[in-house]
């Protein structure tokens, strides 16, 4: 597996010819259509989620009006709008985990040329946001550290409950002999 991620990143030339970044800003549960204009043939979609390498979603071919998603994008949440000027991702069903940078491009044997991105943010009163599950995570995690010091200190004092026992059944074997 590793062998063949390195192929492709080996074989796989990025150009960078970004001509514009755009932000759209979602609400949780709602469709939204991510645009592409130009050409269909050879388009192909990108998403990247903060701090991770950029995800191959769905393309389309060169000499073909079919389009193929991933394995991980198969699951009717994305589908495509196409036609001759169209290549439009649409997202249904939007949740937290969907937030992050979509690339199109065009693809064309093993090169790879971005030609727009749009970043996928929460409006600003949507109540889930990444720091609520952080807050949430760090609350579960105080209990499990709350849990784990009382154990330790029940443990502490059964061992040495048992480890004074020890010793005093040792003191009267020894005054007895």
């Known amino acids: 597996m590793i062998t063949l991620i390195t192929a492709l990143f080996l074989f796989t030339t990025v150009k960078t ?14 469709i939204e ?13 990108y998403w990247q989620s903060t701090g991770k390498v ?10 073909d009006n079919k389009h193929r998603f991933a ?16 290549f ?10 969907d937030i992050g940078m979509y690339f199109c491009g065009k693809g064309k044997s093993n090169v790879v040329e971005f030609g727009s991105g749009t970043l996928l943010v929460f409006e600003g009163n949507d109540k889930h946001t990444f720091s609520d ?15 784990r010091a009382v154990i330790l200190i029940i443990l502490v004092g059964v061992l040495t409950v048992l480890h004074r026992d020890t010793i005093c059944r040792k003191l009267d074997l020894q005054r007895n002999i």
């Open 133 to 147: 599950d952080c807050t949430q995570q760090m609350h579960v995690l105080f209990c499990f550290s709350i849990t």
């Open 33 to 45: 259509v991510i645009k592409s204009k130009g050409n269909k043939n050879g388009l192909v979609w």
């Open 71 to 86: 394995r991980e994008f198969e699951n009717g949440r994305f589908t495509m709008t196409v036609d001759e000027e169209r």
């Open 17 to 30: 010819g970004i001509s514009g970044l755009q932000v759209q800003t979602v609400r949780r549960g709602n």
């Open 54 to 63: 950029p995800q191959y979603i769905v393309r389309t071919f060169e000499h």
């Open 88 to 97: 439009d991702l649409n997202i249904y069903g939007v949740s937290w985990t």
